[in-house]
T-cell receptor
Framework: DTEVTQTPKHLVMGMTNKKSLKCEQH?????MYWYKQKAKKPPELMFV???????INESVPSRFSPECPNSSLLNLHLHALQPEDSALYLC???????????????FGPGTRLTVL | TQLLEQSPQFLSIQEGENLTVYCNSS?????LQWYRQEPGEGPVLLVT?????EVKKLKRLTFQFGDARKDSSLHITAAQPGDTGLYLC???????????FGTGTRLQVTL
């Protein structure tokens, strides 16, 4: 299984809502990532989890809260978002060691988030 | 400062034409990846190049890693509409710990 799945596919939320994005992989990867992608731009890294521990937080606002319940799952909890947070949110995973494979990330299809 | 600059930014060609996309940096990379992303989908890994001067082929796509491991190119022969998408190079420069994406090249192939 070489697939990363993400739910939901689309999400529309108001600025006072609380919602969560979910990501799952069964490739045995030990590194998982959240990216934000605006239209016609490359993905921007938000968070990295390595062996279920948060290893990188790219100065993301606290209204985004990541969680890694186990090695296969990654969540992104959303609260009090702003309209400018509307974007495609991508989850990815990779091998958890510093080898060439570590840099090969497998992406999910993304969640298209719209904040009203 | 963008570590990985891609050119061109946008390319619109007709089916059957050849094209080359460039990915340049002043930093050395231990490896570089190329991804293709279709609208509304996540990037899909196409190839990883590791050794300076390495050439890899994937059907009509040819990838090359520069001798100094600072740049890479993607050449597509006889482009087809199915090649349409956003092409991204990516790599981890020097002793950095996170993947850096290139600025992207948007390719449109028409009939």
């Amino acid at each position: 299984d070489t697939e990363v799945t993400q739910t939901p596919k689309h999400l529309v939320m108001g600025m006072t809502n609380k919602k969560s994005l979910k990501c799952e992989q069964h490739m045995g990867h030990r590194a998982m990532y959240w990216y934000k992608q605006k239209a016609k731009k490359p993905p921007e890294l938000m968070f990295v989890y390595s062996y279920e521990k948060l290893s990188i937080n790219e100065s993301v606002p606290s209204r985004f809260s990541p969680e890694c319940p186990n090695s296969s799952l990654l969540n992104l909890h959303l609260h009090a978002l702003q309209p400018e947070d509307s974007a495609l949110y991508l989850c990815a995973s990779s091998q958890g060691r510093r080898t060439v494979s570590y840099n090969e990330q497998f992406f999910g299809p993304g969640t298209r988030l719209t904040v009203l | 400062t963008q570590l990985l600059e891609q050119s061109p930014q946008f390319l619109s060609i007709q089916e059957g034409e050849n094209l080359t996309v460039y990915c340049n940096s002043s930093s050395v990379f231990s490896s570089l990846q190329w991804y293709r992303q279709e609208p509304g989908e996540g990037p899909v890994l196409l190839v990883t190049v590791v050794t300076g001067g390495e050439v890899k082929k994937l059907k009509r796509l040819t990838f090359q890693f520069g001798d100094a491991r600072k740049d890479s190119s993607l050449h597509i022969t006889a482009a087809q509409p199915g090649d349409t998408g956003l092409y991204l190079c990516a790599g981890v420069p020097g002793t950095a710990s996170k993947l850096t994406f290139g600025t992207g090249t948007r390719l449109q192939v028409t009939l």
